[in-house]
């Protein structure tokens, strides 16, 4: 049988792909379960991770032909195990970079949140048609996605159905690129993610959204301690030599 999910290694660069196409990707549970094994593996394995939809679009959302056959208590436990495999992204080993064409919808939108970088192509288009549906986020978007985008306009978009086409969303900071091919520039910066030194990976993912949720003295204290993590390691010492001996690209190059 077919993979609900595929992977593929390129180098240290793992490509993960949601493979339902003729549902437009709708994230049902075994798709779910498999998406959970997969990131699992490439955490273990890969230095980043190009997640990104088969077919004609990223993702429909939540399967919405299983979602109506659950009960409320059903629906809680659904929604926490959401929080729990895209929280294995958010807050995993190795970043995670969104590549996005067609549909980014409802729970695609709220995967696509928990990665670190989100690349669109000029078909992407971002809504949250939970609010047209009469159900509600799930997924982690009322945190992830409304401190992207802001909660007014995410209270736009739940309540007027409205979606955000690729400009607006790079508008609106939802997306930082928009190139004609989206896989194909997801997987470059990978690449280039991957020769990041763990310890600044480590600060980025682990430290920074953390710090976003602290007062201010206290995020500035921990920047301090990641600092004094990362800065007397080996690798801050040989990449800073290597630049005073003109052996690494300027800043920007
Ligand atoms: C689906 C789903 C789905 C498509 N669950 N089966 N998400 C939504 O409300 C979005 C619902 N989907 C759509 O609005 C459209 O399908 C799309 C804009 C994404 C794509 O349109 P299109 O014209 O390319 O495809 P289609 O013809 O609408 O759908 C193709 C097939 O996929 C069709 O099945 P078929 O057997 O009739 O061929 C659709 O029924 C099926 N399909 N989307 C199940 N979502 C943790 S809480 C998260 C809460 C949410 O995510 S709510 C948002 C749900």
Known sequence: MEPLVTIEHEGDVALIGLNRPSKRNA?????????EQRVAE?????????????????SAG?????????TAEEVFWHSRGWHRVFRGIREGRVP????????????????????????????????????????????????????????????????????????AAERAGLVTYVEP????????LAAKVAQAAPLTVLGVLQ??????????GDG?????????LAQTG???????AAFLEKRAPKAGG
């Open 27 to 35: 994230i049902s549970d075994a798709l779910l379960a498999e998406l």
């Open 96 to 167: 995670a970079i969104a590549a996005i064409h067609g549909a980014c919808v409802g729970g695609g939108l709220e995967l696509a949140a928990a990665c670190h970088i989100r690349v669109a192509d000029p078909t992407a288009f971002f809504a949250l048609p939970e609010g047209t549906r009469g159900i509600f986020v799930g997924g982690g978007a009322s945190v992830h996605v409304a401190r992207l985008l802001g909660a007014a306009r995410m209270t736009d978009m739940m309540l007027t159905g409205r979606a955000l086409d690729a400009t």
């Open 220 to 228: 500035l204290f921990v920047e301090s301690l990641v600092a004094a």
């Open 181 to 188: 091919d989206a896989q194909a520039k997801a997987r470059e």
């Open 42 to 58: 490439a955490q273990g394995r890969a230095r980043a991770m190009v997640v990104f939809g088969h077919g004609p679009c990223f």
């Open 207 to 216: 430290a920074l959204p953390r710090i976003q949720d602290m007062a201010e």
């Open 234 to 240: 080996p690798e801050a010492q040989a990449r800073l």
């Open 62 to 70: 939540l399967d919405l032909a299983e979602h109506k056959a659950r």
